[in-house]
Structures are given as C-alpha cells and as structure tokens.
C-alpha cells in the first residue's frame, strides 16, 4: 500500500516582492487603522482651529485702537495661520511611531518582514506613506486657515502677500516642519518599538529639551549654552515657520532686547534633516540586524 502526499504550492511563492507592492500594502495599512483617521483629523483641527481661535481673538482684543496700535504691528502676519503647528508637530509624531510601534506590538510586523526578508524596502515604504499622509493633510489644513482667517484678519489691515517669498516659506514649512518630525518619529519607534517610549522620546527632544536649553541660554548667556539650544533639532527646524519679520526681544543675561543666535530658516531645517537622515540610517541598520 502506497500513501500519496500531495504538496501544495502558494501561486505567489515564487513572486518578487516589488516596492510599489509594499507601497501599496503599507498604505492600505495606514488607512484601515482607525487611529490614523483620527491622528490626521486632530491634526487638521489643531492647525485650523488655533489659527482661527488666535485670529479672532486678536481680532476682538483690536477692537481696542490703544492695543491695535501697540501690538497690531507686533505679530506677523503668517504666525496667525502657523499658530497650531506646535501641537500639530505632535500629533504627526505619534501617527509617525504608532505606524511601526503598532506592528510590533500586535506582531504583525512578523508577518511584515517574512513578506519582505530585505526588511529596509519595509522601512522606506513606511516613510514614504508617513510622508504623503502628513504633509497632504498638514498642507491642505493650512490652506484651509489661510482661508478663513484671511477675512477676520483683512479687517485690522494684516494681510498675507503671497507673492512674498517669505510669507509662503513660512505657510509652506508647517507641512514640512510636521512631514520631517513624523519621519524622525518613524525612526525612534524602529528603535524603541514601543509606542509610549517612541513618543515620550519625541515629546523630549522636540518640546522638553529645546524649553529648558532656551531657559538656561536666556538666564545665564553662556555661550555654550546658546550653542547646545542653537542645535537642537527642534529650535532648528521650526525656524523655517517661526523666522518672519524681525526677532522677538529677549531680556535676559546678555542685556535688553538680546536675542537667541538661531539659524536661518532654510539652514536651521537644514539641520533638522541631517537628524533625520541619520536616525534613518541607524533604525535601518538595527532592523536589518535585529530580529523582529
């Protein structure tokens, strides 16, 4: 008596995984996860809402012509409609971690790497769909404050001049200051694999660290201390929003209407990509090297 044994075949056994392929899986992966629809609505409503929260009330507090005197000139233009990136940096940095922290904690990350056994093709198809996804929603939600702030704030005479290249850098780098640290937050969670760790990690280094630096740099005006705040990858990058008009006054150690030495836009988020890149380069290496 003979026993046959039949072996079955998988038709995609012998399938390449193509790059376009894990695109395509990795996108559809983001979008099936409820918490990227509300990581990205939060995000819009950050950016929209404080935008029209601070326009109007600076438009009621001009109402005042002794205030619109002192302080219409004070604010530029373009900080009305930046106004929610802060917290909207926030909350792309945990869609950027929860989109790896994610897989690993329920273990489908497994299953992500068996599929792709190079693993880095799975890590830069996180990192262009972490990207699209930010810095889609990010620069339609400041369009859309652009929008409806411009009729609040045409009352007082403040006007965004599109045609001024730097109110349009400052307006573009929302989506690109939020796009860059989602990415850096994609990395730390390679590295972390653990969603709290990846975004308490990101909350210190892009809002602990730079606050206490900045403190110490104003009281004391160590040299060194403006250095370490100068470099850091937050107070770096952010100046591509926050570097319009002339210098908010500091009145700390270095006298009276002293200023902070920050970078320029372009150069200061310059360096916010080098960080980036490099933390890139070494999750891709830990992923490659560690089991998953």
Do not use: C
Not at 138 to 148: D, F, G, K, Q
Not at 225 to 249: H, Y
């Amino acid at each position: 008596m003979s026993t046959t044994t039949t072996t079955f075949t998988s038709p995609f056994a012998s399938s390449r995984v193509r790059f376009s392929r894990l695109l395509v899986s990795e996108w559809r992966k983001l979008w099936s996860l409820r918490s990227t629809w509300w990581v990205l609505g939060i995000t819009a409503l950050l950016i929209i809402g404080f935008a029209l929260i601070f326009s109007a009330a600076m438009s009621s507090a001009m109402s005042d012509p002794e205030f619109e005197r002192q302080m219409g000139g004070a604010i530029h233009p373009t900080t009305y409609v930046t106004s929610g990136y802060t917290f909207a940096v926030l909350v792309g940095a945990a869609l950027g971690a929860l989109t790896v922290t994610g897989e690993y904690s329920t273990g489908m990350i497994r299953a992500t790497l068996s599929a792709a056994p190079t693993r880095l093709p799975v890590l830069w198809a996180k990192l262009v769909v972490v990207a699209v996804a930010i810095f889609g929603v990010t620069a339609l939600s400041t369009a859309v404050a652009y929008v409806v702030t411009n009729p609040i704030l045409s009352g007082h005479n403040i006007h965004i001049d599109l045609s001024d290249g730097e109110h349009v850098r400052a307006l573009l780098g929302v989506p690109l200051y939020v796009t860059v640290v989602a990415l850096f937050a994609v990395a730390v969670g390679v590295l972390l694999r653990s969603t709290p760790g990846a975004i308490v990690t990101v909350v210190g280094v892009f809002f602990l660290v730079p606050t206490i630096a900045s403190v110490i740099a104003m009281a004391t005006g160590q040299a060194w201390a403006e250095a370490v705040n100068k470099w850091l990858p937050g107070a770096a990058g952010e100046r591509i929003i926050t570097q319009v008009g002339e210098a908010a006054p500091v009145n700390g150690a270095t006298g009276p209407g002293s200023t902070l030495a920050l970078f320029d836009a372009w150069t200061g988020f310059a360096v916010l990509g080098a960080y980036t890149v490099v933390l890139i380069a070494v999750a891709a290496v830990v992923l490659k090297r560690r089991d998953a």
